[in-house]
């Protein structure tokens, strides 16, 4: 199938999820999870109406986003970080992403805000919490993500605009849905406390309808609009 086309189906099946749980489907944010994808199907992306992409690999990104924008330097496109960040890194992703979904520690934090004071940009994150004990994810633990919330917000140079969240895999995306409910029970607390959280970034091409349904939104897409990768990650 085209890439076009599987964009189309995917947006039909956000429209369905949305109305599912009485959301405005304009308000889900899709982004096109783009790592290992080539320059010439990222266009194809573009012609089809994505306007975000989201690559997990800062040295990765920089290549492709040099090479769209000497492509077509018209492309108004929004960069999303969604792989774990390590702080030498921090400069770079500040120059390069407009949202850093991936802030999993306040070391991290104070880094990006102090690259980010260098450049005097306003840097836009999400926390990542990490809602399973798996050994192999990051993220920030449930009892420890008020603090760091207080931390990120406290800081002038960063703009906090919501959570992120990757379950564990799982073939029935059925089984994603307590994670993608715990995320936004999360995301209410921290409302409660004060806290400006806007977004949940959750959902997978697996599983984007359950998280939907649970109040994701953004959907980090990969497979469902550019097929199968090399690897998984
Ligand atoms: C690769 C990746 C995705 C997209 O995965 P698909 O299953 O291909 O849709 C989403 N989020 C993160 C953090 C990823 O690394």
């Given at each position: ?102 802030v ?22 999400l926390v990542q919490v ?10 920030v ?7 760091v919330l207080?931390?990120v ?10 959570l ?70």
């Amino acid at each position: 199938m085209a890439i076009a086309d599987r964009i189309n189906s995917v947006n039909e099946k956000i429209i369905r999820a949305a109305r599912k749980s009485s959301t405005d489907p304009d308000t889900i944010k899709l982004i096109a999870v783009s790592k290992t994808v080539d320059a010439q199907k990222i266009t194809d992306a573009l012609y089809g109406g994505v306007k975000i992409l989201g690559e997990n690999r800062v040295q990765e990104a920089k290549v492709k986003i040099s090479e769209l924008r000497s492509q077509n330097a018209d492309w108004d496109i929004e960069w999303h970080l969604i792989g774990h960040l390590q702080k030498n890194k921090a400069k770079a992703a500040v120059q390069l992403f407009d949202l850093i979904q991936t802030v999993d520690s306040v070391d991290l934090a104070e880094e990006l805000d102090s690259q980010a004071r260098k450049f005097d940009k306003i840097q836009r994150v999400l926390v990542q919490v990490k809602l399973a004990a798996e050994e192999t994810k990051h993220g920030v633990a449930e009892s420890d993500v008020m603090a760091v919330l207080e931390k990120v917000t406290a800081l002038d140079y960063l703009k906090l605009e919501g959570l992120m969240t990757i379950p564990p895999f799982f073939d029935d995306p059925e089984e994603g849905r307590p994670y993608f409910r715990k995320l936004r029970e999360i995301a209410v607390s921290a409302r409660e406390q004060g806290f400006s959280i806007n977004e949940l970034s959750m959902g997978m091409s697996n599983d984007y309808e359950v998280a939907i349904e649970e109040g994701a939104t953004m959907i980090r897409v990969g497979t469902a609009i550019f097929g199968e990768r090399d690897y998984r990650e």
